[in-house]
């Protein structure tokens, strides 16, 4: 059904509604059993159609428009509870409802909810929020309002009953509170815009009928002209249509109401600030509203004593859960200071170690490009090296140790133009490029830039590479430098104590290529943080915990994954997986149990 005609169907229901009851009101006279008893059936059913459109918008993933949605709906149910005492009295006693009743607060405090739902302003895109002070305000709101009702209220009911004064006083604080709820929905409409401002005109619209009715019902029934199923219901009963219609508009505007509003425009701190002192200044107010109350009673009343009385004594009871709520949202704010402070310390430190690491990086950046500018002017000489050696080598009329000699320069030289160029590639800074890979290679390369700066002859690198693997698709740098900081934090915990070997092994694991890097060394501290940033268990100024939590962005860049875990032996084990390119290989030839883990490579 279209959002047209829902609404049509919706006004058609309205019109039937008003219809019937006016009908009834015409054909049966004042307070017969029928009349009396449609009357009140018809209005315990509408704050169930009101609660069927406004609850229809608690579903959303917005947890602040769902709470909007659910107290308007329990203002609705808070007057049909009122409603129902009516209904018991007139229908099942078949007797008018007492003058001086107790349950007339129901009617009262009807508009609690919506006025706390108001105070949420839901057209507002802000982050989360503690639940905790909504819901204290929710209860200083509500006792303060309970508190005031019992004031004006109260003392005409139980220290001296006059029912004049009674209603007087019920209707200047209801109509007070009416008002309040008006206003707020008016200023609302006229602060927003698109389908949040069509949403808050509807919901004013039924607001403003509620109390325009109220006030009529009320005046019709100081003159004796009320009676339960009379004319004058027929606003009361369409303002609670007039909310199931809000109710249902803002249920096919969910989408629109997403969109950003003129008030949305506003920061997020902003928002928060100003909520905090506006929530702030209301409890304050609310607390001193006591004394000067309890002033009022003693200086400028001119009550009768025994009202005098108990309003001081109502005045001396609501100082103390007030109190405590004040003192209970004064706890929370402070606590919630505490850690924001606590947080925004460790965000500042934080983001000094990352300016440090930096300017740190920086001036890598800058040796690396020299380390490579020089690097490349040593391919010049190399170059001459390996070919007057070739010369040499190959020259028949020189003795054999001479060529020998000779030979063995020319290897060396092509070695160390080897480890050049691996310098060189490893510190190019190049976009990232997928090619399909030797891992075996992309291993030997970094094991060979980091047997360089092998310091101590205790500390040996063992592997045992599979001679068939399937190839992997990635970054060679990238992937060499994952290696490379696996390889060096390895090497740098051995050398930390008294050396050590690092076993490294690649293999085939179902449709992954794996390589396993296992140490001898003090094992890991803490292996689920060692992946995390500026996490380092290295002296300060050495490490700076970014090494290997770039390493893991790496390997899942690749769509790979990467493990750590402490060996039961003692050192640590990483385990890196990457995905195999799929294509034909021969079988795998598995080692028996038991067989080490290969020849010495490096030492």
């Not at 200086?299 to 209970?328: E, G, K, Q, Y």
């Not at 133009?417 to 691996?422: D, F, H, I, R, S």
């Not at 790496?554 to 997986?577: D, L, M, P, T």
């Amino acid at each position: 059904m279209s959002s047209s005609r829902r609404i049509a169907w919706l006004l058609a229901v309205w019109f039937v509604i008003l219809a019937v009851y006016a009908a009834m009101s015409f054909a049966f006279h004042r307070g017969s059993q029928p009349l009396v008893t449609f009357g009140n059936v018809v209005q315990c059913l509408v704050p169930l159609l009101a609660n069927a459109g406004l609850l229809a918008n608690a579903g959303t993933p917005h947890w602040r428009r769902n709470l909007f949605w659910m107290l308007i709906a329990l203002s609705c149910t808070l007057w049909m509870l009122g409603i129902f005492q009516w209904t018991y009295y007139e229908v099942y006693l078949h007797k008018p409802l007492p003058d001086l009743f107790p349950g007339d607060i129901v009617f009262f405090l009807h508009s609690i909810p919506l006025m706390a739902a108001l105070a949420l302003r839901p057209h507002r895109k802000r982050g989360e929020i503690q639940l905790r002070f909504g819901y204290l305000d929710f209860v200083l709101l509500l006792t303060w309002w309970t508190y005031l009702y019992v004031f004006f209220v109260l003392p005409w009911m139980y220290a001296i009953p006059n029912l004049g004064q009674y209603n007087y006083n019920y209707n200047l604080v209801t109509n007070i509170q009416n008002s309040v709820v008006v206003v707020g929905l008016g200023i609302l409409w006229l602060r927003t815009s698109g389908a949040w401002r069509t949403v808050y005109i509807n919901l004013f619209g039924g607001a403003t009928l509620y109390m325009l009715s109220s006030v009529s019902i009320d005046v019709a029934a100081d003159e004796g002209r009320y009676y339960t199923g009379s004319f004058y219901d027929l606003p009361l009963i369409s303002s609670f249509l007039w909310f199931a219609l809000a109710g249902i508009i803002a249920y096919q505007s969910g989408a629109q109401l997403d969109a950003p509003t003129g008030s949305t425009q506003e920061s997020d701190h902003e928002n928060a600030r100003g909520e905090s002192v506006w929530a702030t200044r209301l409890a304050m107010a609310a607390v001193m509203s006591l004394p000067i109350f309890a002033i009022f009673t003693l200086r400028f009343s001119h009550d009768n004593i025994v009202v005098r009385d108990f309003r001081l004594m109502t005045t001396l009871v609501a100082a103390v859960p007030l109190a405590l709520l004040v003192f209970l949202r004064t706890h929370f704010a402070d606590a919630d200071r505490s850690r924001l402070l606590a947080q925004s310390e460790q965000s500042i430190e934080n983001l000094q170690r990352l300016q440090a690491q930096l300017v740190q990086s920086e001036k890598l950046v800058s040796l690396g490009q020299l380390a490579a500018g020089a690097a490349h002017e040593i391919n010049n000489p190399l170059a001459a090296i390996m070919g007057y050696s070739d010369l040499l080598a190959d020259d028949a009329t020189l003795p054999e140790k001479t060529r020998a000699t000779a030979g063995k320069i020319r290897d060396q030289a092509r070695r160390t133009k080897t480890l050049v160029g691996n310098l060189l590639s490893f510190a190019r800074q190049v976009p990232a490029e997928r090619t399909l890979l030797d891992i075996n290679t992309v291993v030997a390369n970094a094991l060979q830039l980091r047997a360089l700066d092998l310091r101590s002859s205790t500390t040996r690198i063992e592997t045992q590479f599979e001679s068939v693997l399937p190839g992997v698709r990635g970054d060679g740098n990238q992937l060499m430098q994952v290696f490379f900081n696996i390889i060096s934090n390895a090497v740098d915990a051995m050398e930390a104590g008294k050396g050590g070997t690092l076993w490294i092994k690649t293999m085939r694991d179902r449709g992954n290529v794996v390589i396993l890097f296992s140490d001898s060394g003090p094992g890991l501290k803490e292996p689920h943080r060692v992946f995390d940033p500026f996490y380092t268990t290295k002296p300060v100024g050495k490490g700076t915990g970014l090494g290997l939590s770039i390493c893991f962005g790496i390997v899942q860049e690749h769509a790979g994954k990467v493990f750590c875990y402490n060996r039961q032996e003692g050192g640590a084990v990483f385990r890196v997986e990457l995905p195999a390119v799929l294509a034909p290989f021969p079988p795998k030839d598995s080692a028996p149990a038991g067989v080490p883990l290969g020849t010495p490579k490096l030492a």
